[in-house]
């Protein structure tokens, strides 16, 4: 069984860190079950284990988090639907490349809901949707946006951490870092698409798309 809870309120970061340790540990001693967080953070960055600090342009502008997860700097904050993953991959095949196939699909596979057409970019980390509707990059490359990052920590084979999507933020608030690195493409939200999607819409089709990618745990 995985256990899904739902905040309404902002969580502060140190907050969730904590659950997320937590529970981790827990999970792996047995004495948890799995567990789906969704929530939404104060504004904030955060830095993964392969941010460059040169990648962090404004940092007087927003509280700035050092994680153990995976990934370089990205934004959190409200309108932002952040999905913290506590799933043992003990029972579900010590796979991380299939485990991180999996999240990029759930994310794919929910946007389908609204019609949104996901990608994943060799070497761009996280899920990109094209944008014709404006000019090519300075390499002549179709022009892309993110649209959700991707970003895990395991521990005894258990995870945390996990997947944002952008429903309807402030992207203005991206500008104090270079998101994930990449400095040719832009980020956008659902709304910033045209969607009138609200958290709740995603929630909805997150928790369908879940069943779709993730068979339930073997049981040792």
Known sequence: ????????????YEEAA?????RAEAIAKGEAEECIWFLEHPALYTAGTSANIKDLTDPDRFPVYETKRGGQYTYHGPGQRVVYVMLDLNKRGKDVRKFVQQLEAWVINALNEFNITGHIREGRVGVWVERPDRPRTVTGALAEDKIAAIGIRLRKWVSFHGISINVEPDLDHFKGIVPCGITEFGVTSLVDLGLPVGMD???VALRRAFEDVFTPPEEH
Do not use: K, Y
Not at 1 to 12: F, K, N, Q, Y
């Open 18 to 22: 904590a659950f997320m340790e937590a």
């Open 201 to 203: 819409d995603v929630d």
């Open 1 to 12: 069984m995985v256990e899904w809870i739902t905040s309404d309120a902002l969580v502060p």
